[in-house]
């Protein structure tokens, strides 16, 4: 399932980037991004829940996790395929 997220760093190199996710589950997410993103950093992810997964669902999410894992993806874009670990989140 893709889902559209905002990811944004947290810590000292600030940067905030629009994906789409290319896996999700209940307890993290992978994507591509060209942020820089290293192992073991936190990151804020937010985005709505999807209609099949959360019928009727307003309310944006905002996640916390860890980057458990960061490759570099092939070709000229420099993007990297990112794997995160929910710690906790808010519904907004």
Known sequence: MR???HIRTVGNAPGEELVESMNI???GAYFATTL?????S???VRFKMPEEVFPGQ???W???ARVVHATPLG???KKFGVGV???YYSAH
């Not at 820089?36 to 073991?40: D, E, F, I, N, S």
């Open 42 to 44: 936190h990151v804020e």
């Open 75 to 77: 070709g000229f874009a």
């Open 85 to 87: 670990y929910f710690l």
């Open 36 to 40: 820089p993103l290293k192992v073991a």
């Open 25 to 27: 589950s209940q307890r």
């Open 62 to 64: 905002t996640f916390t």
């Open 3 to 5: 889902v559209p997220m």
């Open 58 to 60: 307003t309310h944006e």
